[in-house]
């Protein structure tokens, strides 16, 4: 019992390290890129380590949703309620329909870093898993030679 306390405390541990890690990757990127109009997608982050009653652990990674958009480089356009005979739309588009602002790129902040960060979260908790298996078999193997007769 004690052994599987354990188990449920490092992983919480881990996950709550690997969060915060990855946060700090995602931070990083946008800092390299450029990303950081007002800082408010770098604030949003929020992470959260929910342990369910089945002893699965959950984690929840969560930003504003514009760093999606961000991310995919879409989302500049007209803006809401923008009509073609409104003066909205001669202020945003030129007389052939383009916009008059610098073309949107993609700039990939979390699309990469998530895929290399979860792969190495698997290969933490099967790392973490094999660790308490081995001890757990130590443990129960005698510690004085066993004889077997035949």
């Not at 450029?34 to 930003?63: C, D, E, H, P, W």
């Not at 052939?96 to 190495?120: C, F, N, V």
């Given at each position: 019992?004690?052994?599987?306390?354990?188990?449920?405390?490092?992983?919480?541990?881990?996950?709550?390290?690997?969060?915060?890690?990855?946060?700090?990757?995602?931070?990083?990127?946008?800092?390299?890129?450029?990303?950081?109009?007002?800082?408010?997608?770098?604030?949003?982050?929020?992470?959260?380590?929910?342990?369910?009653?089945?002893?699965?652990?959950q984690?929840?990674?969560?930003?504003?949703?514009?760093?999606?958009?961000?991310?995919?480089?879409?989302?500049?356009?007209?803006?809401?309620?923008?009509?073609?005979?409104?003066?909205?739309?001669?202020?945003?588009r030129?007389?052939?329909g383009?916009?008059?602002?610098?073309?949107?790129?993609?700039?990939?902040?979390?699309?990469?870093?998530?895929?290399?960060?979860?792969?190495?979260?698997?290969?933490?908790?099967?790392?973490?898993?094999?660790?308490?298996?081995?001890?757990?078999?130590?443990?129960?193997?005698?510690?004085?030679?066993?004889?077997?007769?035949?």
């Amino acid at each position: 019992m004690s052994t599987e306390l354990n188990l449920a405390e490092r992983e919480r541990e881990m996950a709550m390290k690997w969060l915060d890690f990855t946060v700090e990757n995602f931070v990083e990127n946008m800092r390299k890129l450029r990303i950081r109009n007002t800082g408010a997608l770098m604030a949003s982050f929020q992470k959260q380590v929910i342990g369910t009653a089945t002893g699965q652990l959950q984690l929840r990674l969560s930003y504003a949703l514009y760093g999606k958009f961000v991310d995919m480089g879409v989302g500049r356009g007209m803006g809401a309620g923008v009509r073609r005979g409104d003066d909205g739309f001669d202020r945003i588009r030129n007389s052939r329909g383009q916009l008059r602002r610098r073309q949107r790129k993609a700039r990939k902040w979390y699309a990469k870093e998530i895929y290399a960060q979860t792969k190495r979260l698997s290969e933490l908790m099967s790392e973490l898993h094999g660790q308490i298996l081995i001890s757990t078999v130590a443990d129960a193997v005698p510690s004085q030679p066993v004889t077997i007769q035949f």
